[in-house]
Structures are given as structure tokens and as C-alpha cells.
């Protein structure tokens, strides 16, 4: 087990620019891995983990070179093989799963066809042969149904399915090592627990090895067994997963995890301040700039990657002493800073027996009379007040997009009223006055997809303000630009750049920019943290909270990171199959009593500790829709009762002198506070 079956030595990899300059990506990278093992790859966006997982099986982006240090993969020089030979090593030995299972599968073919094209490819087997290991490989990542799912197309799956299909595919080849760059970004908490529980099986059975790279804390505590922190292409801290996480040395570990917000602590974390620099630029410590303890020794010599009292856990930074001496579960404490805005008791939007469905029937539905399926979302009633955040919580397919896109005159609704004042906002938005459009805005879950590529900043911040502000002149426009660009911390100069000059906090505080232009009294979050580094994501959080106390604003803020909603709402909607479940104040929703579904949700969130197991209530089997009749979360409970469950409308119940809290479950409330013990996990 001592063999190294992964040695990189001393990597350099870079590229030169159009004007000839060198850029360093990685900077003397050195990392080794045993067979079996799961080393956790960690740090914020554009700090050289994809481009160390891809050099790790001999892949190079366009333009880029290995500058020094060598790749070594099962004795092999990685970058000394030809590319037939690389070919042969690729899916046989190392497998990657990607970050997109979505984009990874050909939406065109079935997906049982897409595995036996990898068994065809990495394990020289086709005909008969290929088709039972399919059948086997998908029972083995624990798709339901292996012979059905197999003649469906990538679309009628779920994300977690996707996913799934996408393991299957790398082990057809049966690797012994298996790297994986961000496989469960963007699922739901239960999906992505499910997910990584079963990886942790592979690794069992299998004897694999993983890279695992991932800027998710708590997905790398949950799965590694030793973690790798990377700054600026530089390896920083270099630990067993315990170390890491309990007694971090290096500043900036410290600083990422005291960026996460806890379902154990309220308030909003702490964000790290400025970004990572490019690798090589600075002539001491590359975390200098960013670091509190920084001293003169810092800006001048780089710190060399070194043992701490003879450990396996390697540190580079000149003060790692005093760091390693500083209590950090004190430390972690202090972080957290309460959020301070004032809400008022006139509603902003209200919304009473909302249903919205996405079904459209057919010439022959009508022909002949089918029934209509039960609408995608049903029966819902909140209303949001003024100046307050209210969160909608669920997993995939719960229906908290389809509620906000109804709010934004993006969906039609079936059923229902949705009030904003005296105007009902079920009218399409292209029906809509100018001034209703103004004053409600919404910001998407992936600036990427909502900001156009061919458009400088200054244009995608005129266009608002053209639009809602006619009488602007140029130069008031411009400077109101700027206004705006300082507003979310970016600096005026950010105009004159384009999207793909940004990185992704760059491109979601430019997309918060362009909706706080039209001076909205409404906003609606898509998941606009999802994706975003734990540093990012809580300076965001609080320019998101910063924006509200000085505007008033009112959110509806959707989120499958329960933690990240504990830090920024005051009150919880929690939805099922587009249901209500549970209501409330946002203390009240994470204490007793739990509905048996939020109980599931708040139990499969993931710590960055690696002794807190996930408590994983219920299967991640997704429903395409919710049942005709009875309570929407029956097939899954951990709690049915009985045939009640499926027969009649679970009744509303709240606790006795509860302010507007409120529970939508047949076991009665004394039951639920009494039968179920604290599942919120204790960090130490």
C-alpha cells in the first residue's frame, strides 16, 4: 500500500500570450497518491485544480505547456507517452467524471447504448457480452430499474441519475484511479449525499483510488482521505483530512472554512478579502496581500512547502507556528456577524392557492378526455413582506423556480392569485407597465447564461437603465454605471471588460449590478450562490444583505444550501412536488418540530468535518410528479403512518403560541417534537 501510484514532481505548467508574455498556471506542484486512496483537491476558482487533474491524465488546454516537473501514473511518464498509448491508459487505468453529467451524455442516444459504447471502447467487450456488464454496472451505481432506465435518454432522467450514468461509464473500464472534477455541483443536498455515499462504496469495493476536486468543503471532508489545499497553482497545505479540517496551518485554509456558513451558527461568515493573483507574479508568499499575519518576510521570500514536527501534514507559510497555536474553534466563532435590516407588516407580494402546471394537452388527450395530471406546483399560499427575505428550500424539482418564474411573468399560472399591490402579477410579463417590470427584478443561478458574452459590462448595465430610465443622458448613465459597479465592490473600470474577462463572483456581483439598476423593491435569487466559491459566496451574501438594509429591498430567495439560507433569510418556505410542507420564522424551521421531509433535507447537509456523518432519511429516487391525492411526500417518508398518508390532504398544524409557524403533516405536532431528537450536527 506504500507504492505511489500517482507522482507528480515539481510541475510547472504554463502558456504565453498573444503579446508573448509567460503566464504560470501551476507553479512546482508536488503531490503523491497511494492505490485506494481519496485525496480531496481544494481552493477557489482559477487556483489550478482542473488544470492538475487534467495534467494528472496527460491532458494539456490549448496552448499551454509543461514548463518543468514530470507526471508520473502507474510508473508511467504521463507526458512521455505517445497518443495511442495515451489512449489506451485513459478510461482503462484513469477515468474522469466530469463536473456536467448534462453535457457529458448525447442527449440523442439511449443511455444504455452510451455505456456499452464505453465498455466497447475501455473494455474490449461488445454484443451480448457488453449488455449484461451494462445492465450490471448501472445496478451498481443504484439506478432503479437497471433494464428500464437503460432505454431512456439523458433528458427524462434526473440530475442524480445523470450522474449516476456518468459513474457507470468511467467504471466500464474498470480504472484504478478515477478523477473527478466537480461531480456534484448544482444537486440537491440528498442527491448529492446519495451521490458521494456511493463513490465511498466504489473506493470500498473496488480498491480505487480518487482525486476528487471540489471547492465544496463539505463534500471533501465527507469523501477524503487526505486533502490538498491549492493557492495561486501552488500546493499551500497538504494533510490528512482530520488535520485539515480540525487544525488547518496555513491562513488561507483557515479563511475558506471560516467562510462557510453553518446550520449550527445564525448570521452571515466572514468573506476573505481581494482574490488570488497569478501564479509567479509576486515575489514572496502568494497569500501575502490577502493574510492578516502577513509580516516583511512575506512580500519578500516565498515560504517553502514544509513538515510540520515531522507529520505527513505539509505547510507552506512562514508563520504556520503561530498559526497552528491560535484556537480555531474560537476563531470560528467570532466570524459570524448578524445581519440588521428592518421588515414591515404590509405585504409585498402575495400569493393565495397558486397552482402553475407545465402540462399542455394534446389533440388526443381532448379526443379522448384523459385526465389532467395533478399541476406541477398546487395550492400555494405565502405571502412576503416588505423589506424581508423569504426562502424557498426543496430539492430538484420541488417547484421553487417554477414559483419565482411565475412571480416574474415568465410562467403562466393555472389557478390562484399572485398580488403585487393593487396589480395581479399572473399576466404575462410582455403584458406587464413599464413601472411593475422596474420594480420587480430577478438574477438567474448562472450569469453565464444571462449575461451576453458580446457585451462589454458598460452595456449590460446601459441596457436597464435605457430602459427604465429614459430621461438619462449619456454621461448620467455612465456615471450611474459606475455607481452601480462600486455598489457590489467592483471597481469602475470593470466597464470596459467582458464577461469572459471575469471570473464567476465577478459575473454574479455584474449580474446583481444590472438588477439593483432599476432601483427593483422586489428581487428574485435564483440559487445565485450555487456555484460560487465559499469565499465568493459570502461576500455575496453579504452585499446581498448590505443591498437590502440600505434599499429596503424585499428577496425571495431560492436555495438547496440550507446553511447558506439559515445565514441571509428570516423566513422558510420548504416544498415538495410543488406542496407546501412546513412554514416559518427561520430559528423556527431549524429546531423541533422538523416535517419529516425538512427533517430529511437538514439531515443530509454536509459539514466540513470529516467525523459528522450525513443522517440520510430518505432515497434520492426522484417523482415525476406529485400524487393524486394525500400528503406529496408519502412514496418517501421515514415517518408513514399508514394508509392516511396516501388517502387524505395532510392538515395544517402549528405549535401552541407559534407567530405564523406553521407544519403540513398528519403526525400530530406533540409527536413531532417529542419523537425526533436534535439532526442538526454539533460542529466541534
Not at 446550520?263 to 478579502?273: A, E, K, R, W
Request: charge should be negative; proline fraction near 7%.
Amino acid at each position: 500500500m506504500n507504492k505511489r501510484l500517482v507522482d507528480i514532481s515539481n510541475l510547472t505548467i504554463g502558456y504565453y500570450t498573444k503579446r508573448g508574455k509567460l503566464v504560470h498556471v501551476l507553479q512546482g506542484v508536488s503531490l503523491q497518491i497511494k492505490p485506494g486512496e481519496t485525496l480531496g483537491l481544494v481552493g477557489e476558482s482559477g487556483c489550478g485544480k482542473s488544470t492538475l487533474g487534467q495534467a494528472l491524465m496527460g491532458y494539456l488546454r490549448s496552448g499551454s505547456q509543461v514548463l518543468g516537473g514530470s507526471v508520473e501514473f502507474a510508473g508511467q511518464d504521463m507526458f512521455g507517452l505517445t497518443p495511442k498509448e495515451l489512449e489506451s491508459v485513459r478510461g482503462n487505468q484513469i477515468a474522469l467524471i466530469p463536473q456536467n453529467a448534462g453535457e457529458a451524455l448525447t442527449p440523442t442516444l439511449r443511455i444504455g447504448n452510451q455505456v456499452v459504447e464505453a465498455l466497447e471502447l475501455s473494455a474490449n467487450i461488445s454484443g451480448d457480452a457488453a449488455n449484461e456488464r451494462m445492465i450490471e454496472l448501472l445496478g451498481q451505481v443504484r439506478l432503479p430499474h437497471p433494464e428500464v432506465m437503460a432505454q431512456r435518454y439523458p433528458h427524462e432522467l434526473s440530475g442524480g441519475q445523470q450522474q449516476r450514468v456518468v459513474v457507470a461509464m468511467a467504471l466500464a473500464g474498470e480504472p484504478i484511479m478515477l478523477v473527478l472534477d466537480e461531480p456534484t455541483t448544482g444537486l440537491d443536498v440528498t442527491t448529492q449525499a446519495h451521490i458521494l455515499d456511493l463513490m465511498r462504496d466504489i473506493v470500498a469495493e473496488m480498491g480505487t483510488a480518487m482525486m476528487y476536486i471540489s471547492h465544496d468543503l463539505g463534500v471533501i471532508a465527507r469523501v477524503s482521505d487526505r486533502v490538498a489545499l491549492m493557492y495561486a497553482g501552488e500546493i499551500v497545505e497538504d494533510a490528512f483530512a482530520a488535520n485539515i479540517f480540525k487544525s488547518p496551518a496555513h491562513p488561507y485554509a483557515r479563511g475558506l472554512l471560516e467562510s462557510i456558513p453553518r446550520l449550527t451558527l445564525s448570521g452571515i461568515p466572514n468573506s476573505l478579502p481581494g482574490q488570488p493573483p497569478i501564479p509567479g507574479t509576486l515575489p514572496g508568499c502568494s497569500f501575502a496581500p490577502r493574510c492578516s499575519s502577513a509580516t516583511e518576510i512575506c512580500s519578500s521570500e516565498p515560504p517553502e512547502l514544509e513538515a510540520i514536527a515531522q507529520s505527513p501534514h505539509l505547510v507552506r507559510c512562514h508563520h504556520w507556528q503561530q498559526v497552528v497555536a491560535t484556537d480555531f474553534s474560537q476563531e470560528l466563532q467570532e466570524v459570524f456577524h448578524t445581519i440588521n435590516h428592518a421588515s414591515e407588516d404590509e405585504p409585498a407580494i402575495e400569493l393565495s392557492d397558486v397552482a402553475v402546471s407545465y402540462h399542455r394537452p394534446g389533440f388526443f388527450d381532448r379526443w379522448r378526455a384523459n385526465s389532467e395530471p395533478p399541476a406541477t406546483v398546487g395550492d400555494v399560499t405565502l405571502t412576503v413582506l416588505r423589506g424581508e427575505t423569504v426562502a424557498l428550500v426543496g430539492e430538484s424539482g420541488s417547484g421553487k423556480t417554477t414559483i419565482v418564474r411565475a412571480i416574474a411573468g415568465l410562467l403562466p399560472t393555472k389557478d390562484g392569485r399572485i398580488q403585487f399591490e393593487d396589480f395581479d402579477l399572473t399576466v404575462a410579463v410582455n403584458e406587464r407597465p413599464i413601472e411593475i417590470k422596474k420594480r420587480i427584478q430577478m438574477i438567474f443561478q448562472n450569469p453565464d447564461a444571462s449575461l451576453n458574452p458580446r457585451h462589454s459590462v458598460a452595456e449590460l448595465l446601459d441596457q436597464p437603465l435605457k430602459l427604465y430610465f429614459p430621461k438619462m443622458n449619456r454621461d448620467e448613465r455612465r456615471a450611474r454605471q459606475v455607481e452601480l459597479l462600486e455598489r457590489v465592490r467592483l471597481d469602475g473600470r470593470y466597464r470596459l471588460r467582458y464577461p469572459g474577462q471575469l471570473s464567476g463572483g465577478e459575473k454574479q456581483r455584474v449580474a446583481i449590478a444590472r438588477a439593483f439598476a432599476a432601483d427593483p423593491e422586489v428581487v428574485l435569487c435564483d440559487e445565485v450562490t450555487s456555484a460560487l466559491d465559499v469565499s465568493v459566496q459570502a461576500a455575496v451574501l453579504d452585499l446581498l444583505a448590505d443591498l437590502q438594509r440600505e434599499h429596503n429591498t424585499t428577496y425571495i430567495f431560492i436555495a438547496h444550501d440550507l446553511a447558506v439560507v439559515r445565514a441571509i433569510a428570516d423566513r422558510v418556505a420548504v416544498l415538495y412536488q410543488g406542496r407546501l410542507c412546513e412554514f416559518g420564522a427561520v430559528d423556527d424551521i431549524y429546531s423541533p418540530p422538523y416535517h419529516p421531509y425538512t427533517e430529511t433535507l437538514l439531515g443530509a447537509i454536509l459539514v466540513p468535518d470529516p467525523d459528522t456523518e450525513p443522517i440520510l432519511l430518505a432515497s434520492d429516487t426522484p417523482e415525476l410528479a406529485p400524487p393524486a391525492q394525500g400528503c406529496p411526500f408519502q412514496r418517501r417518508c421515514p415517518r408513514r403512518i399508514g394508509d392516511i398518508c396516501d388517502q387524505e390532504t395532510p392538515p395544517w398544524q402549528s405549535p401552541a403560541g407559534a407567530d405564523g409557524y406553521k407544519i403540513r403533516c398528519h403526525i400530530p405536532i406533540e409527536e413531532l417534537v417529542n419523537g425526533q431528537s436534535a439532526i442538526i450536527p454539533a460542529e466541534s
